[in-house]
T-cell receptor
């Protein structure tokens, strides 16, 4: 999986609790992304980062925050988890001058269940 | 936001047959990519085709792009059971920065 790990791989939590998912890469790629995947929706972009401390919102960013203090780590935080955030979360990385021309490499995913 | 829509949603074929999946999108694009996802795994990049290209090959994969119809097709020839997966098209967004993925086509190749 192109040197991308996600932790945890599975998590069950309760509504209202904070949750942090971690993406770690060993490829030194500039761009990192968080997606969620739900049946019938494909992948939807939550947030992305184009460098250390440089992040921006994606299509479905409400209820999520991110941080990137090091090139290799991109954290996704659900401040107060809700049942609608039950999903499979994927981290992806890419590198290159023009982002949308570059291949994205995906991590193995994190299955999150919010009860 | 623009989005690729794959068609059909699900496809079941016999091993050795060809599989064709289509992707339609709404607005002009710079490029279109196809990805494969095996069950329980992350997506894997298959092929990228730019807006000025009409056809591209990679092994048993053939991708076509018709910008006048805003559509692309992915052909997998001589399919194998190992090709069983979901296939997604991704188009660049209106700013050319990020990708927008369609809901995918689930392909089942029966031995």
């Amino acid at each position: 999986d192109a040197g991308i790990t996600q932790s945890p791989r599975h998590k069950v939590t309760e509504t209202g609790t904070p949750v942090t998912l971690r993406c770690h890469q060993t490829e030194n790629h500039r761009y990192m992304y968080w997606y969620r995947q739900d049946p019938g929706h494909g992948l939807r972009l939550i947030h992305y980062s184009y460098g250390v401390k440089d992040t921006d919102k994606g299509e479905v960013s409400d209820g999520y925050s991110v941080s990137r203090s090091k090139t290799e780590d991109f954290l996704l935080t659900l401040e107060s988890a809700t049942s609608s955030q039950t999903s499979v979360y994927f981290c992806a990385i890419s590198d290159g001058f023009r982002e949308a021309e570059e291949t994205q490499y995906f991590g193995p995913g994190t299955r999150l269940l919010v009860l | 936001s623009q989005q690729g829509e794959e068609d059909p949603q699900a496809l079941s074929i016999q091993e050795g047959e060809n599989a064709t999946m289509n992707c339609s999108y709404k607005t002009s694009i710079n490029n279109l990519q196809w990805y494969r996802q095996n069950s329980g795994r992350g997506l894997v990049h298959l092929i990228l085709i730019r807006s000025n290209e009409r056809e591209k090959h990679s092994g048993r994969l053939r991708v076509t792009l018709d910008t006048s119809k805003k559509s692309s097709s992915l052909l997998i020839t001589a399919s194998r059971a190992a090709d069983t997966a979901s296939y997604f098209c991704a188009t660049d967004d209106n700013y050319g920065q990020n990708f927008v993925f369609g809901p995918g086509t689930r392909l089942s190749v029966l031995p």
